[in-house]
C-alpha cells in the first residue's frame, strides 16, 4: 500500500460520488449499474458502509460532507417492483442522519443522495416513485442516476451489460425524463464513451434539468478498445467539448481508476503513486476542465470502485496535484464549490 504526505490538507473538499454497500444487499434489478461485474477485482470492498466512509474521509484530507451515487444496494425486499429502489433513499438517509448527529465530527457523510428509478421501465408514471424517493430521503434526496452503459463487446462490460442501446434516446426513457423537470430533480448520466452522443442529444432536448456527466465519460480500454486509448481520445475529445456547450450540464473528474478505461496503472503492484496517477489522468481531466471550465467541474472519488487504483489519499492527492496550477477559487470549485452548489446542498 503507498503511503504518502497528505498535499493541501486544509483544502475543504466535497465528495460528490461515493457508494456504500454490503455485497449482499445488492438487488437484482438491471437498473442498479454498479451492482455486478465486480468480483473479478480483488481490491473492491465487500462491504463498503458508513464505518468504511468514515475512516476514508478522516484520513487526512479534509472531506467536509459527501453525496452518496446509486449502487442498486439495500433495495425494499417487499411491496411493489417500482418502488423497491426507494429501500436504497431510506438507507443512506439513515447514515446521513447517523452523520449528522455530529458524534463522529464534523464530517457528514450523505448530505446528498441519488438513487434510481427506472425511467426506461415506468416512463411518466416515474413521478410518484419520485415523489416517495423525496420523502424517504428527508430532505437531501437530490435526483437519480439511471446508467445506459451498453457495447456491441460483450468483453466491455461482462456481467454489467445490462442496458440496451440507446436507452437514453428512447420515447419512454424521455417521458420519465420529463418528470424530473417537474421535480425539480437532477440527473446523473452513466454511460461508456462511444456513446456521448446520446448524452448531448439528452441534454440539448431538456436544457432545464440540471444534469453531471459522471467518470469523464468513461473512456475505454477493454475488448475490441484494448491498446487504442490514443487513437479514441481526440473523438472522446470532441464530444466532451460539444456536451460542455449545454450549459445545464457538469462533469465529474474520475472514474480513471475503474475497469472500464483500464488505463496502463490500474491494478499495478505496486499500486502507483500519486505523481504517477496524475501524469496519466491529466489528459482527460485536464480536457474536461479547459471544456467546461471550474465552475462546472467537480473531482469525485468513486470509492470503494476507485480503490482498484489508489488509496482514498493518494487518489485524492493526484486530483490536486493536478489542479496544483488553477487559482484558489478555481480549486474551491472544482473541489467543493461546484458539488455543492449542483447538488444543493446544506453545508
Not at 276 to 293: N, R, S
Not at 323 to 340: N, R
Request: hydrophobic residues 40%.
Amino acid at each position: 500500500m503507498t503511503t504518502e504526505t497528505i498535499l493541501e490538507p486544509d483544502l475543504p473538499i466535497v465528495d460528490p460520488h461515493h457508494h456504500l454497500w454490503d455485497r449482499r444487499s445488492f438487488s437484482a434489478d438491471p437498473n442498479g449499474p454498479i451492482q455486478h461485474g465486480f468480483e473479478h477485482v480483488g481490491r473492491v470492498a465487500p462491504r463498503y458502509m458508513f464505518e468504511e466512509l468514515l475512516a476514508d474521509a478522516t484520513s487526512g484530507h479534509n472531506v467536509i460532507a459527501t453525496v452518496f451515487v446509486d449502487c442498486g444496494a439495500f433495495y425494499r425486499a417487499d411491496g411493489p417492483e417500482a418502488y423497491k429502489s426507494v429501500g436504497e433513499t431510506e438507507f443512506v438517509n439513515g447514515v446521513a442522519a447517523r452523520s449528522a448527529s455530529g458524534i463522529y465530527g464534523p464530517f457528514r457523510a450523505c448530505a446528498g443522495i441519488v438513487s434510481n428509478v427506472g425511467l426506461q421501465a415506468n416512463g411518466a408514471r416515474a413521478k410518484p416513485i419520485l415523489e416517495a424517493h423525496i420523502a424517504a430521503g428527508n430532505g437531501r434526496f437530490r435526483g437519480i442516476r439511471n446508467g445506459a452503459a451498453y457495447d456491441a463487446d460483450p468483453a466491455v462490460l461482462g456481467p454489467l451489460g445490462h442496458f440496451p442501446p440507446g436507452l437514453y434516446l428512447s420515447d419512454k426513457f424521455r417521458e420519465g425524463y420529463r418528470t424530473l423537470g417537474e421535480l425539480g430533480l437532477s440527473f446523473d448520466a452513466w454511460l461508456l464513451e462511444p456513446q456521448l452522443p446520446d448524452v448531448i442529444d439528452l441534454a440539448r432536448t431538456f436544457p432545464d434539468i440540471p444534469m453531471v456527466l459522471d467518470h469523464v465519460g468513461t473512456p475505454l480500454g477493454l475488448g475490441v478498445y484494448k491498446g487504442t486509448h490514443q487513437e479514441r481520445f481526440a473523438g472522446w475529445r470532441e464530444n466532451i467539448r460539444e456536451l460542455a456547450k449545454s450549459d445545464n450540464v457538469v462533469v465529474k473528474l474520475g472514474g480513471l481508476a475503474m475497469v472500464f478505461p483500464n488505463l496502463p496503472l490500474f491494478m499495478r503492484d505496486p499500486a502507483p503513486s500519486s505523481e504517477e496517477l496524475a501524469v496519466e489522468w491529466k489528459p482527460y481531466i485536464e480536457t474536461c476542465i479547459e471544456a467546461f471550465g471550474p465552475s462546472r467541474c467537480m473531482f469525485e472519488s468513486n470509492f470503494p470502485v476507485d480503490l482498484c487504483g489508489a488509496t482514498y489519499p493518494v487518489l485524492w492527492n493526484a486530483f490536486k496535484r493536478i489542479a496544483a496550477g488553477y487559482s484558489k477559487d478555481e480549486k474551491t470549485a472544482m473541489f467543493s464549490g461546484t458539488a455543492t452548489k449542483f447538488y444543493k446542498l446544506d453545508l
